[in-house]
């Protein structure tokens, strides 16, 4: 399995920018594809972003939509999160994730490795 840790996390004010990363290890980063999730406090862990092996597929969640841009450079082994115009309801703990079936959608179970998580805090 690869080994994912997840990068960039911080206190924001709304409107702001951030970029997480995640640095993944262990296997070709390539054969993977990899997805963004968030989980708020005492809400469920929700898809934000999925981003397909080569990058030429993506997929985002409606809320982030125009906001957020998932990128991968697989030279480097890192997957990327640009967030512009960040808003209170995007404070969470964002975790990547990777799966080998080039799936990009919002199913948890799809992803077989995550990463421990970064803190997103975005104030109003």
């Known amino acids: 399995q690869v080994q994912l840790v997840e990068s960039g996390g911080g206190l924001v004010q709304a409107g702001g920018s951030l970029t997480l990363s995640c640095a993944a290890s262990?296997?070709?980063?390539?054969?993977?594809?990899m997805g963004w999730f968030r989980q708020a406090p005492g809400k469920e862990r929700a898809f934000v972003a999925g981003i397909s092996w080569s990058g030429g597929s993506t997929l985002y969640a409606d809320s982030v939509k125009g906001r957020f841009t998932i990128v991968r450079d697989n030279a480097k082994s890192t997957l990327y999160l640009q967030m512009n115009s960040l808003k209170p309801e995007d404070t969470a703990v964002y975790y990547c994730?990777?799966?080998?079936?080039?799936?990009?959608?919002?199913?948890?179970?799809?992803?077989?490795?995550w990463g421990q998580g970064t803190q997103v805090t975005v104030s109003s």
């Open positions: 994730a990777a799966n080998t079936r080039n799936y990009i959608g919002s199913n948890r179970p799809s992803y077989d490795s």
């Open positions: 262990g296997r070709t980063f390539s054969s993977y594809a």
